[in-house]
Each structure stands twice: as structure tokens, then as C-alpha cells.
């Protein structure tokens, strides 16, 4: 069955970086479409980031564009979000989605 498991979050200081990972298995990783999604507290899920089989085409949403960056390694089957610059409003608990499928979260706290 699909698992999608992620790593990387934490309590990071405004403009630091992070960079989250997850790693994934039951399904063919190398041709799939992959996302990040975040949701805020007390907020729904937000699209973030996404990124095609290939790992050239990426798109972001504005609130984290030039500041983010999706990237893949298909051989190792991980798919990671490089956050930079980070804002207290980047505090969420983050999620790798395939389709329909999400992992359980890595929460990233930003905060002074």
C-alpha cells in the first residue's frame, strides 16, 4: 500500500531554513506527480509546492515562491522541500501527498 512518511520538521528562528523529506514506498515513485501541502492551525490544508516525475517542473504557490524549493531523488525514492527564509506564518504541520494519499506530518514551528 502507499506510505508516504515525512521527517525534518521542528522549531526553526524567522529567516532560518529547514529542509523536510519523505519517503516513499508501495507504489512506482518515478513516474508519480508529487506535492507538499501544509495546514495551519486552526486553518485548512494549503497546496504548497509541486513537482512532476521528471523532478524539472516544479510550481509553487505564491505565499512560498523564491523562498522554497521542491526537489526528488528518484533512486532513493524521497521527495524533499527545502524552506528558506522561513516567516512564522510557514508554521504548520506539513504534508508529502501522492493523489488522494497524504503521510502523518512533520510539524515546523516558527518561532523567535
Known amino acids: 500500500q502507499v506510505q508516504l512518511v515525512e521527517s525534518g520538521g521542528g522549531l526553526v528562528q524567522p529567516g532560518g531554513s529547514l529542509r523536510l523529506s519523505c519517503v516513499a514506498s508501495?507504489?512506482?515513485?518515478?513516474?508519480?506527480?508529487m506535492s507538499w501541502v501544509r495546514q495551519a492551525p486552526g486553518k485548512g490544508l494549503e497546496w504548497v509546492s509541486s513537482i512532476a516525475s521528471n523532478g524539472v517542473d516544479t510550481y509553487y504557490a505564491d505565499s512560498v515562491k523564491g523562498r522554497f524549493t521542491i526537489s526528488r531523488d528518484n533512486a532513493k525514492k524521497t521527495l524533499y522541500l527545502q524552506m528558506d527564509s522561513v516567516k512564522s506564518e510557514d508554521t504548520a504541520v506539513y504534508y508529502c501527498?501522492?493523489?488522494?494519499?497524504r503521510g502523518q506530518g512533520t510539524q515546523v514551528t516558527v518561532s523567535s
Open positions: 508501495g507504489f512506482t515513485f518515478n513516474s508519480a506527480y
Open positions: 501527498t501522492k493523489a488522494a494519499y
